[in-house]
């Protein structure tokens, strides 16, 4: 166990919807990152917020969007889905941002499944 | 484009065999490499590699980097039907402005037969 919690585990919905996923990272982590798995792409980066702001920007669409609150959890917001968004959605945390490595504490995923 | 290549993609071995996974990087900025290890879920961290030709050890496991040839890999011995699972390789990238996240390769995805 990590200590980074992610909700929901699972979320079936159809296409041209909304979700919300939610991600809780480590105690005293202030930078929350947020990757996307799927088959075919692998795992990517698609954003990163450090102490309630942005900091880098991955390969995120349009459609989606994240925001990182005063308490450190942080929401990926996917709208407007479509079948190619179905894949597994980690959240990772650490202790900081700084120009040196901080290890990434990877949640347990949520798996979208757009139908 | 920042790229990390895993290879190969797919490897199947008996319990017992040595297997070396590689991976090969072309990015700006780097920083580290790293490995994952992903069984059911969650990455989870093996190394951080950060100089040249400084090999990294952690039981049967070991792993080195090669800056100049911009590759690194990861070595087994021993391979126990648990070393199952995808192995992954990613590039720590930084620009000035904050952490880029992790660059992943595609991963290799290794079976341990009995």
């Known amino acids: 166990d990590s200590g980074v919690t992610q909700t929901p585990k699972h979320l079936i919905t159809a296409t041209g919807q909304r979700v919300t996923l939610r991600c809780s990272p480590r105690s005293g982590d202030l930078s929350v990152y947020w990757y996307q798995q799927s088959l075919d792409q692998g795992l990517q980066f698609l954003i990163q917020y450090y102490n309630g702001e942005e900091r880098a920007k991955g390969n995120i669409l349009e459609r989606f969007s994240a925001q990182q609150f005063p308490d450190l959890h942080s929401e990926l917001n996917l709208s407007s889905l479509e079948l190619g968004d179905s894949a597994l959605y980690f959240c990772?945390?650490?202790?900081?941002?700084?120009?040196?490595?901080?290890?990434?504490?990877f949640g347990p995923g949520t798996r979208l499944t757009v139908l | 484009e920042d790229k990390v290549v895993q290879s190969p993609l797919s490897l199947v071995v008996h319990e017992g065999d040595t297997v070396t996974l590689n991976c090969s990087y072309e990015?700006?900025?780097?920083?580290?490499l790293l490995w994952y290890k992903q069984e059911k879920k969650a990455p989870t961290f093996l190394f951080m590699l950060?100089?040249?030709?400084i090999e990294k050890k952690s039981g049967r496991l070991s792993s080195i980097l090669d800056k100049k040839e911009l590759f690194s890999i990861l070595n087994i011995t021993a391979t126990q039907t648990g070393d199952s699972a995808i192995y992954l390789c990613?590039?720590?990238?930084?620009?000035?402005?904050?952490?880029?996240?992790?660059?992943f390769g595609k991963g290799t995805h290794l079976i341990i037969q009995p």
């Open positions: 950060t100089s040249s030709g």
């Open positions: 990015v700006t900025n780097f920083r580290s």
């Open positions: 990613a590039v720590f990238l930084y620009s000035g402005g904050g952490a880029d996240g992790l660059t």
């Open positions: 990772a945390s650490s202790v900081d941002q700084g120009s040196a490595y901080n290890e990434q504490f």
